[in-house]
């Protein structure tokens, strides 16, 4: 019999605390519990983590003329949303009743129905914005399942549990690499519906202008629509000022032309949302190496 993975006791400790302060979260009730993460990743966990230090190197990189307090308040106001977001995707029971109430809106919505009774897949590109799982929360309220292309977590054991809050959001969640991008692959030949983000670092992609720095990108999402004639439509769920509920907006589909003028539509799209709201993009990423 084949051994198993090594034990890896560093990254099981993590997980161990890491679970133990979600147990702990989801004691509180729903509205404590959100603002109460945010407030802990923001001062204590992304300080701690390096998350901080990274946010305000990204925002120093991309806006060097901006007061030094700006970035500060937007590095924080990040911190927050990622907390927020994190403890609201393993809360799935109350955060997919929640986001069953909201109506989506925008141009895309008629696209999108339409393309899906025609039998046409459907590709919606999301960021890292907000809390991207509430999109598709909504839309599934709305009858719309959406499976997705996730990256798995180098912790094996974070992994696990973070799968299943996946899972819990709606399906099919497929790890990236072969089997899962042939699974992928799959449901788009179907008339499936796929979200796919866009504004995570491609080791492999191409040099895009974000936020007026080049950025490896995967082309990969604007080639897929291509080949499988998928409408390639943006959408973002947009926390609102009382940290809680959401809007979720589906743009305009995206034109087609070659896979590079589409990826560049699409980060368009998602410099508007951080120019209107930059505190929402999550700015502990290493976008740029």
């Given at each position: 019999?084949?051994?198993?993975?090594?034990?890896?006791?560093?990254?099981?400790?993590?997980?161990?605390?890491?679970?133990?302060?979600?147990?702990?979260?989801?004691?509180?009730?729903?509205?404590?519990?959100?603002?109460?993460?945010?407030?802990?990743?923001?001062?204590?966990?992304?300080?701690?983590?390096?998350?901080?230090?990274?946010?305000?190197?990204?925002?120093?990189?991309?806006?060097?003329?901006?007061?030094?307090?700006?970035?500060?308040?937007?590095?924080?106001?990040?911190?927050?949303?990622?907390?927020?977001?994190?403890?609201?995707?393993?809360?799935?029971?109350?955060?997919?009743?929640?986001?069953?109430?909201?109506?989506?809106?925008?141009?895309?919505?008629?696209?999108?129905?339409?393309?899906?009774?025609?039998?046409?897949?459907?590709?919606?590109?999301?960021?890292?914005?907000?809390?991207?799982?509430a999109a598709r929360a909504c839309l599934l309220g709305q009858?719309?399942?959406?499976?997705?292309?996730?990256?798995?977590?180098?912790?094996?054991?974070?992994?696990?549990?973070?799968?299943?809050?996946?899972?819990?959001?709606?399906?099919?969640?497929?790890?990236?690499?072969?089997?899962?991008?042939a699974g992928f692959v799959r449901q788009l030949k179907t008339?499936?519906?796929?979200?796919?983000?866009?504004?995570?670092?491609?080791?492999?992609?191409?040099?895009?202008?974000?936020?007026?720095?080049?950025?490896?990108?995967?082309?990969?999402?604007?080639?897929?629509?291509?080949?499988?004639?998928?409408?390639?439509?943006?959408?973002?769920?947009?926390?609102?000022?009382?940290?809680?509920?959401?809007?979720?907006?589906?743009?305009?589909?995206?034109?087609?032309?070659?896979?590079?003028?589409?990826?560049?539509?699409?980060?368009?799209?998602?410099?508007?949302?951080?120019?209107?709201?930059?505190?929402?993009?999550?700015?502990?990423?290493?976008?740029?190496?």
């Amino acid at each position: 019999m084949p051994a198993g993975p090594a034990f890896q006791p560093a990254e099981f400790a993590l997980n161990i605390a890491f679970r133990g302060l979600i147990r702990a979260a989801l004691l509180l009730p729903y509205r404590w519990r959100v603002p109460a993460m945010g407030w802990l990743m923001a001062r204590v966990i992304g300080p701690l983590a390096g998350y901080r230090r990274r946010a305000l190197q990204n925002l120093a990189l991309v806006w060097p003329e901006m007061p030094m307090d700006q970035r500060e308040r937007i590095a924080t106001q990040a911190l927050d949303n990622v907390g927020r977001a994190l403890i609201e995707n393993y809360s799935s029971g109350p955060f997919k009743a929640r986001m069953a109430q909201v109506t989506p809106r925008g141009p895309g919505l008629a696209a999108l129905q339409a393309a899906r009774a025609a039998g046409r897949p459907v590709l919606l590109l999301t960021a890292h914005f907000g809390n991207y799982e509430a999109a598709r929360a909504c839309l599934l309220g709305q009858g719309v399942p959406v499976g997705a292309l996730y990256r798995p977590m180098s912790n094996p054991y974070f992994n696990a549990h973070y799968i299943k809050t996946l899972n819990a959001m709606g399906g099919p969640n497929l790890p990236k690499g072969r089997l899962g991008l042939a699974g992928f692959v799959r449901q788009l030949k179907t008339g499936g519906t796929m979200a796919l983000f866009f504004d995570l670092h491609a080791a492999d992609g191409t040099p895009v202008s974000f936020l007026g720095k080049p950025a490896l990108t995967a082309l990969s999402a604007a080639q897929l629509a291509l080949r499988y004639d998928a409408a390639m439509i943006p959408v973002y769920a947009t926390r609102r000022a009382d940290g809680l509920h959401f809007d979720v907006d589906v743009e305009e589909p995206i034109a087609q032309g070659s896979a590079l003028e589409m990826t560049e539509a699409v980060t368009r799209s998602l410099e508007a949302r951080i120019a209107q709201a930059p505190g929402q993009w999550f700015w502990i990423h290493r976008r740029w190496k």
